[in-house]
């Protein structure tokens, strides 16, 4: 009776074996590679972003934004419905807060360059002096491409755990950014300094936009 190739591995001694299957499960990943598959994107398909402390953390189920108030320069009132059809990532932040000195030029300069995209970047500060801390901040670092945006009683963001003004999106830490899909769902966040110039960071948008364009997430 002639013997299977099952038959002949069982013959292999442990120490034999182990060259066979390290061989084989190459050959398993580099036939993923040719068809163009990626091991790890295929088993998670989820936004990857890498901070300068933290990672982006995807929040499920994903829960569309309730209209919580912001304010802009002239005191008008603004609510994440409007930005309904564009993704959208919103960037708490303060004055007084290093980390946040640090990310705002990187902000400005992502804004400029998603212009004419379907992107739009909200920099809301949390400042209790409002206007009056936030717009000599923007003068001082030339921030010419974000909008001016204000949550001064916490209406939106709430960073005190009582939430006494049923605000919407919690502070973890400062800065902290949400990104939200063109139906207003709130994906996840990240919190801490983004170098939004960084290839993890172009990737991330990248993905974000192309992921929210076909409704993938």
Not at 133 to 158: C, G, K, M, W
Not at 196 to 202: K, N, R, V, Y
Request: hydrophobic fraction near 40%; charge should be negative.
């Amino acid at each position: 009776m002639p013997t299977t190739l099952f038959d002949r591995f069982g013959n292999i001694s442990l120490r034999e074996r182990l060259p066979c299957l390290s061989h084989l499960l190459i050959a398993v990943f580099l036939c993923l590679i040719c068809a163009g598959i990626s091991p790890t994107r295929a088993e998670t398909g989820s936004l990857q972003l890498n901070g300068e402390s933290s990672q982006f953390v995807e929040l499920r189920p994903k829960r569309i934004a309730r209209d919580t108030p912001f304010y802009d320069r002239d005191g008008i009132s603004h609510t994440l419905s409007s930005y309904r059809g564009k993704a959208v990532l919103v960037n708490f932040w303060a004055t007084w807060c290093v980390p946040c000195i640090a990310e705002m030029p990187s902000l400005d300069q992502l804004a400029a360059e998603q212009t004419n995209t379907d992107l739009s970047v909200l920099t809301i500060s949390i400042d209790k002096g409002g206007l009056a801390n936030v717009i000599p901040f923007y003068r001082r670092f030339s921030l010419d491409h974000l909008p001016v945006l204000i949550d001064p009683d916490q209406e939106t963001a709430f960073a005190d755990s009582d939430n006494p003004n049923d605000g919407e999106f919690a502070i973890y830490g400062f800065p902290i950014t949400y990104a939200i899909d063109r139906d207003g769902h709130i994906l996840g966040y990240i919190t801490g300094r983004v170098d939004w110039q960084s290839q993890s960071a172009t990737d991330f948008i990248n993905d974000f936009l192309r992921g929210t364009e076909k409704g993938g997430n």
